[in-house]
Nanobody
Framework: QVKLVESGGGLVQFGGSLRLSCRTS????????IGWFRQAPGKEREGVSC????????YYRDSVKGRFTISRDNDRNVVYLQMNSLKPEDTATYYC???????????????????????WGRGTLVTVSS
């Protein structure tokens, strides 16, 4: 059974940092792409960062480039999102997601619908105060 569990969210001040974790189980993490997504109140879910199943590269949406870093620990089956220089507009619930056919980076890089991604965690809330 595929399972994704996010943690690490919380309240942080403008300019602060958080590290999100996504613990995975039920599949081989190093064989599939995986991504971080976020959804702010009243807005659509959007791709933040990903590790591609196609080429293994890491991708970021423009607004987080230089501030966020995605990494993966295949031995521990955990994916991280290090978030630095946080801004109020980063406030959202953050989700990790994977799919065994579609590359999650299609949503992050090309804006494809996130509805194509099959497996999601429940999310962790990040709130950045100004």
């Amino acid at each position: 059974q595929v399972k994704l569990v996010e943690s690490g969210g919380g309240l942080v001040q403008f300019g602060g940092s958080l590290r999100l974790s996504c613990r995975t189980s039920g599949f081989d993490l190093d064989n599939f792409g995986i991504g971080w997504f976020r959804q702010a109140p009243g807005k659509e879910r959007e791709g933040v960062s990903c590790i591609s199943s196609r080429d293994g590269n890491r991708y970021y949406r423009d607004s987080v480039k230089g501030r966020f870093t995605i990494s993966r620990d295949n031995d521990r089956n955990v994916v991280y999102l290090q978030m630095n220089s946080l801004k109020p507009e980063d406030t959202a619930t953050y989700y990790c997601a994977t799919d065994f056919e579609a590359d999650p980076c299609n949503s992050v890089v090309h804006g494809w619908s996130v509805s194509a991604i099959d497996y999601w965690g429940r999310g962790t809330l990040v709130t950045v105060s100004s």
